[in-house]
Nanobody, 126 residues
């Protein structure tokens, strides 16, 4: 059974950090490029970041570049998103997503992914 389970969300003050984790199971994690996608209240899905299969290449949306860092541990089947300097505009449900591709997927369309998590809520507020 394929599963992506996000964790680490919560309430954080503006300017603070938060680290999200995504535990993968039921598929060959090291063969999948991975992405983080978020959905703010009342808005559509927004692609946030992606990482190659071995973790050697990463890419970010302009809105998070320089503040967020994506990483993975293939030995543990884990994906991470370190978020720093958070603002209220980062408030969203964050999803991890995977695809059996050779290149990082930068799409916000759920149909472009083979695996999709249930999401974790991040709220940035004072």
């Amino acid at each position: 059974q394929v599963q992506l389970v996000e964790s680490g969300g919560g309430l954080v003050q503006p300017g603070g950090p938060l680290r999200l984790s995504c535990a993968a199971s039921g598929f060959t994690f090291s063969s999948s490029v991975m992405s983080w996608v978020r959905q703010a209240p009342g808005k559509g899905l927004e692609w946030v970041s992606g990482i190659s299969r071995r973790g050697l290449s990463t890419t970010y949306a302009d809105s998070v570049k320089g503040r967020f860092t994506v990483s993975r541990d293939n030995a543990k089947n884990m994906l991470y998103l370190q978020m720093n300097s958070l603002t209220p505009e980062d408030t969203a449900v964050y999803y991890c997503a995977g695809a059996n591709r050779g290149v990082i997927v930068t799409s916000s369309n759920k149909n472009d992914y083979d695996y999709w998590g249930q999401g974790t809520q991040v709220t940035v507020s004072s």
